[in-house]
């Protein structure tokens, strides 16, 4: 789940020797794509949740740091991960960053959901603006006046997203159609934009800012939405009415963007096209030797697609496969680290920034 930020987090690493220093911090936003602990120190913990907490997660990293003697990029590069926000120690002097992403956070506030009887469904309350709350916080620590935090923020990279994925997600799950959330996408592409210009007032300048996936190939959506009408897949499987909703809030957030753009014409605003990146995957899958397909869950309790609701990846019921790196998908709902890293080669080393986000080069991808 947190590959995509241990590859960011690498470019620290590779700058770190050779001038130009690049950025000399990451600050994340987000849910559970980025997440590197916040979720289980907020103490939302109200029921057993096996995504973030029990046995299989973190096999990937096992099987190779034993192979290998290193894991994932940052460990590569001797550097320590972004900290979660919530695992500071009061005091604690803030190196390279943090990250603010929660698991099942959405971009709208939670009283939204609450409003909508959807609230209950609700992982976390740590929306968006509560993470940007938590930035706010942690600003007076890292710099004092005006200036002297624009200084500091402009050598830093913020990365807002991906987030917006569970505001559909909780609603699509109890029943919401794609008319009733298509409604839904102004209000979540204007809160990512508010809390993009936020930062930018407060001195930041490097900007990735990320769309959704492609929710149709995702064996949740799979599951739940499984219908006889073949007319309802596309070519590769995944249903195209879902797979156009994420588009639909893509092209709504690229529009954002560009207005923000020509607001803050000295800020770098990159849209990162996770949508394109992944898509190569599901059509093709054995060039990105997923051998055991994209649709299909590695850890879960059964059923055409490997996602069982009553046994889902970590539940008594359910079991993880042999080999992760066969698989895109890795619990139903989160992808295998091997597919984060495709999508992550694609960000870095094009062409899915846009405009294109000029990464430093990393040996290691
Ligand atoms: C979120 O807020 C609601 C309403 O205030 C509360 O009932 C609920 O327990 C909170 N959820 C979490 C996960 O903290
Ligand atoms: C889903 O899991 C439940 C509980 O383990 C089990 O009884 C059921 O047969 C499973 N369904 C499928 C389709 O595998
Ligand atoms: C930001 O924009 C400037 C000016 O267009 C450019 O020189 C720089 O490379 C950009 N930074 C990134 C990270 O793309």
Redesign the pocket.
Known sequence: MKIILFIFTAFLATVSCDPPLKYDSIFSFGDSLADTGNFLRSG?L?FPCPFVTVSPIGITRKERTKKEKKGTSSEAYGLPYVPPYLSLAKGEKVEHGVNFAVAGATALD?KFF?DRKI?PL????DSLSIQLGWFNKLKSTLCSSKEDCSNYFKRSLFLVGEIGGNDYNYPFFVGGTINQLKAMVPLVVETITKATSVLIEEGAVELVVPGNLPIGCNPVYLTLFRTTNKAAYDQHGCLKAYNAFSKYHNSQLKLALEKLRQKYPHANISYADYYGAAKRFFHAPLHYGFSDGTLVACCGGGGPYNFNNSARCGHTGSKACLDPEAFANWDGIHLTEAAYRYIARGLVSGPFTSPPFTFPPINAL
């Open positions: 939302a109200r939670a609450y609230g609700l992982w976390t309350n």
